[in-house]
C-alpha cells in the first residue's frame, strides 16, 4: 500500500459501469477498497467490487453506500441531489459536491454557470415543447436533463424536426460554425492544487451525435492549447472542484474557443490516459477524492481511443468481434465493458493506439477499426 496520511480508506462510487470499473484497477494500485451503488446486480463494475443494489433516485441506497466508506463520488451524473445533500448535512464527505452536481446536472443551469463566470459558450436559451422555437433555425435541442452518449440532442433544421421533439422542459442552442472540437481534463485536490491533461483533438459521430474518436495530442497550436488550459483552470476555480473534470470546447471558424459542455467524472475523452500518460484519469479521480496528492500527466506517447458501439441491429447477448486479434500488441489496447446486453449505438468498449507520432496512430487506428465491432449472438 502506498505511503499516505490520508484517512480514507474506502471509496463509494455512484454508479458501477464502465467507469467504475476503469477505476479499480487504480484503487487497488493506490490501496484503496470501492463500493459501487448501481440497480444492476451485474453492472460492469460488480466483476471486482462489491454492490450496494439500489436506484441512483434511492436517498436510502445512498445511506447504505456511504455507510460502507470514507467518501462518496460518482460516474454517472443521474444520482439524486437531494440524497447527497443529505448525506453532506449527515458529514459525509461527497467529491465533487453536490452543489457541483446539481449545477452540471442540469444542462441548461450549466450554461448559465459558464455564463455567470464569462466563460465563452454558445449562445443558448430555455424552451419548452410543445411549442415554436425561440432560436432561428437551424439550432441543437438538448433536454437539461439525462441526455448522455447522443441521446436527449437533436439537430433542428426544419419544421418537421421540431415537431418530432418530446415534450417537456430543454434547452436551445445556436448552431456553432465549427472548425475543431478539443477537449481536455483538469484535476484538482481539496487544497487547490491542480493537474492539467494534454488538450485532445475530438471527432464525434455526426449521426448520433456521441464521441467517435479522441486523439492526442491534438493539431493545434500552443496558444489555443494555452487558451483552453485557462478556461479549464477558471471552471475548475470557480465550482471549488476536486476530482477530474472534463471539458469539451468548440472552436468556429473566426477562431474563437467556447466551451460546450463540462462533466463531473472521468470522460470518454480521457480514456487514452490509460495508456499514454503517467497518471490515468482514473488514479487521478481517486487521487484527489482520497487525497492522496495528484501524480504527474505527462503524455508519454501518441495516442488515439476509438469507441466501439453496438452495431446496427443488435440486440441480446453481445459478440465480440476482433478483440483477441490484438492482445499480444503492445501497441493496441481493448478494453471490454463487460455489459451483459449488447444494444445499438450502446457503448460496448473502446480500443486505444499508441505510437510515436500524430501520424502514425490515425494511420493503425485506420487499419484496425473496420475489424473490431459488437454483435449480437446468435444463439
Request: net charge negative.
Amino acid at each position: 500500500m502506498p505511503e499516505t496520511d490520508s484517512a480514507i480508506e474506502t471509496v463509494g462510487i455512484a454508479g458501477g459501469g464502465q467507469l467504475a470499473q476503469m477505476m479499480l484497477p487504480a484503487a487497488a494500485d493506490l490501496g484503496l477498497k470501492v463500493v459501487v451503488l448501481d440497480p444492476d446486480p451485474n453492472c460492469s463494475a460488480s466483476g471486482s467490487a462489491d454492490v450496494v443494489v439500489g436506484g441512483f433516485d434511492s436517498v436510502e441506497a445512498l445511506h447504505a453506500l456511504a455507510a460502507r466508506c470514507d467518501v462518496v463520488t460518482f460516474e454517472i451524473e443521474k444520482i439524486s441531489i437531494a440524497g447527497l445533500k443529505e448525506l453532506e448535512d449527515a458529514g459525509v464527505c461527497v467529491r465533487p459536491s453536490a452543489t457541483v452536481l446539481e449545477i452540471i446536472q442540469d444542462k441548461l443551469r450549466q450554461k448559465e454557470f459558464l455564463r455567470e463566470h464569462g466563460i465563452p459558450t454558445s449562445h443558448f436559451l430555455a424552451c419548452s415543447f410543445p411549442g415554436e422555437p425561440a432560436l432561428a433555425l437551424p439550432c441543437v435541442w438538448k433536454a437539461r436533463r439525462d441526455g448522455y452518449d447522443g441521446r436527449g440532442v437533436a439537430v433542428l433544421r426544419t419544421a418537421a424536426d421540431v415537431q418530432g421533439l418530446p415534450p417537456g422542459d430543454a434547452m436551445l442552442e445556436e448552431l456553432v460554425d465549427i472548425e475543431i472540437e478539443l477537449a481536455t481534463l483538469i484535476a484538482r485536490a481539496a487544497d487547490g492544487e491542480l493537474v492539467h491533461y494534454p488538450v485532445a483533438e475530438i471527432v464525434m459521430d455526426a449521426d448520433a451525435h456521441v464521441m467517435d474518436t479522441v486523439i492526442v495530442p491534438a493539431a493545434v497550436d500552443q496558444a489555443l492549447q494555452a487558451t483552453c488550459t485557462e478556461l479549464a483552470r477558471r471552471v475548475a476555480e470557480a465550482l471549488d472542484y476536486v476530482g477530474i473534470l472534463a471539458l469539451e470546447f468548440f472552436v468556429t471558424r473566426s477562431g474563437q474557443v467556447q466551451v460546450n459542455e463540462i462533466s463531473p467524472r472521468p470522460h470518454n475523452s480521457g480514456h487514452y490516459t490509460i495508456e499514454a500518460c503517467a497518471t490515468s484519469q482514473f488514479e487521478q479521480h481517486l487521487r484527489a477524492v482520497a487525497e492522496r496528492g495528484l501524480g504527474s500527466s505527462e503524455l508519454r506517447r501518441a495516442a488515439l481511443t476509438f469507441n466501439v458501439l453496438g452495431a446496427s441491429g443488435a440486440n441480446g447477448r453481445p459478440r465480440y468481434v476482433g478483440f483477441d486479434e490484438y492482445a499480444d500488441d503492445e501497441g493496441i489496447h481493448v478494453h471490454c465493458y463487460d455489459k451483459p446486453e449488447v444494444r445499438p449505438g450502446r457503448k460496448m468498449a473502446h480500443v486505444t493506439v499508441l505510437g510515436e507520432s500524430r501520424e502514425a496512430v490515425l494511420s493503425r487506428a485506420a487499419e484496425i477499426k473496420p475489424g473490431i465491432r459488437v454483435e449480437a449472438a446468435n444463439d
